[in-house]
């Protein structure tokens, strides 16, 4: 595989696509060397075939605000890949989202949703609609006017979205609802549905949840544990919720938040009445972190800066991608960070990951630390299958397993002496089975 002659034909071809592009360089510099030791994937044109999606869907959405103003946004669903599985992936709700935002997060999704050994296909889908000070009849109405286009290409065996930035709970229930009234069918279209209409129990705790997971495991990995560590944490959404209550409950000091306004330090850590505090934050739909200093007294807050300045042991970026830069990744190592955890999708810039693994520091990529939530969702996929609903424990017990397979299959392809390079054994044990999958059903 020429690894540089397809990233110049693809720069060429999406000159205007840098966040695909970035995701697709990470990828391929990792599998080169297996690619090459393996020629049965060149063979196949397997890189080539994997960087083109299978299919894209654009579409309008039109919808009236409470003053009776119209409103026009444009809505996507890139189908990436569904060598394993229907094509599985969030949908993001945020004003930046692009083709080519939607293009990495799909070509991501392809190779996290092979690795949680769950049989699910890389997609992703959303909108440039801006949540921020809408109430929540607006939200409701853009939710349905989207699902009446979405509606047309996706299916519980087919395509199967669920949340991401700027769609939670509430926006997966209108967009369902609209959905059942559309097609008149109760399915297991979305993921991330309410406990009581066929959404898994521990949905919205997963993704945080099973980042905490992998991060004990990459402690033990070099022998150590996660009780009394601090921890930073970026963002205040569902991820840094659930990664902040479970790294809490296992003992951990969490002394920041963040948000697009800022970050909170909070030096005496974390506790239930905080953590309650952040979902209230969440739902007042004015995306800050500010009034968090106002109504806790030992919570500090620093306006337009990231918590990568502060001194911590484990560093988790839940926010969103390139939100850690190099300079955040230097003053981390100046720090001695002891781990790095990127939990947002593609959240490191490249050059912030060269500088840890040329440091040396334990660092793992987002398709690995934040598949948990992905694998979740294919648990519900297979509850709603069955028509049947898990326990809290049995679904923890699942999660507990693949995350720690992950952890394994990281490890086996990305050993390299003492150190282990996350970054490669993710992409290479999430490549293999994507790839193997694609030679055996041939070229179509
Ligand atoms: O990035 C992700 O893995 C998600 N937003 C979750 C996708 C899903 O289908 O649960």
Not at 37 to 44: C, F, G, S
Not at 82 to 107: C, E, Q
Request: with cysteine; glycine share 10%; aromatic share 10%.
């Amino acid at each position: 595989m020429d690894v540089n002659k397809i990233l110049a034909d693809l720069k060429e071809k999406h000159p205007d696509e840098p966040l695909f592009l970035q995701a697709v360089e990470e990828v391929l510099h990792s599998i080169k060397d297996y690619v090459a030791a393996h020629p049965q994937y060149d063979q196949h044109k397997i890189i080539e075939r994997m960087v083109e999606p299978d299919r894209i869907f654009t579409f309008k959405v039109e919808w009236v605000d409470d003053k009776g103003e119209i409103h026009v946004n444009t809505g996507y669903r890139v189908q990436f890949n569904n060598a394993i599985g229907p094509y599985k992936g969030g949908l993001r709700f945020h004003p930046s989202v692009k083709l080519d935002t939607l293009k990495f997060l799909g070509f991501e999704q392809t190779f996290k949703n092979s690795l949680t050994t769950l049989p699910m296909g890389g997609g992703k889908g959303g909108s440039d609609f801006n949540a921020k000070g809408r109430s929540d009849n607006e939200i409701m109405r853009f939710c349905q006017a989207f699902m009446m286009e979405l509606q047309k290409y996706i299916g519980p065996e087919t395509d199967v979205p669920a949340g991401d930035i700027g769609v939670g709970g509430r926006e997966i229930g209108y967009m369902y609802g609209m959905y059942k009234k559309l097609r008149k069918e109760n399915t297991g279209v979305l993921t991330g549905k309410g406990a009581g209409w066929g959404g898994s129990i521990l949905r919205p705790e997963a993704t945080g949840f099973g980042a905490v997971y992998f991060v004990e495991h990459m402690l033990k990995a070099h022998n150590m544990d996660i009780k009394g560590k601090t921890v930073a944490i970026s963002g205040f959404g569902n991820v840094a919720w659930g990664a902040v209550t479970k790294a809490t409950e296992l003992g951990a000091k969490v002394v920041t938040i963040s948000g697009p306004d800022g970050y909170i330090y909070d030096e005496e850590g974390f506790n239930k009445e905080k953590i309650e505090y952040m979902l209230e934050l969440r739902a007042s739909n004015n995306d800050v972190v500010a009034p968090f200093a106002d109504k806790f007294k030992s919570a500090k807050f620093f306006a337009g800066k990231k918590p990568w300045e502060q001194k911590v042991d484990i560093a988790m970026p839940c926010a969103t991608q390139n939100e850690l830069r190099l300079e955040d990744a230097k003053a981390l190592i100046a720090n001695n960070v002891t781990l790095v955890a990127e939990v947002s999708n593609m959240g490191c810039h490249a050059d912030a990951v060269n500088a840890f693994i040329a440091n040396k520091t334990i660092f793992a990529p987002g398709k690995a630390v934040n598949a948990g939530g992905v694998a979740v969702s294919g648990l519900e996929m297979s509850q709603n299958s069955m028509k049947y609903g898990w326990t809290g424990a049995e679904v923890d017990a699942k999660l507990h397993q693949i995350m720690s397979s992950i952890h394994e299959n990281c490890v086996k392809y990305g050993k390299d002496g003492s150190y282990i390079n996350y970054v490669k054994g993710a992409n290479v044990a999430g490549f293999i089975k994507v790839a193997d999958s694609m030679i055996e059903q041939g070229v179509c």
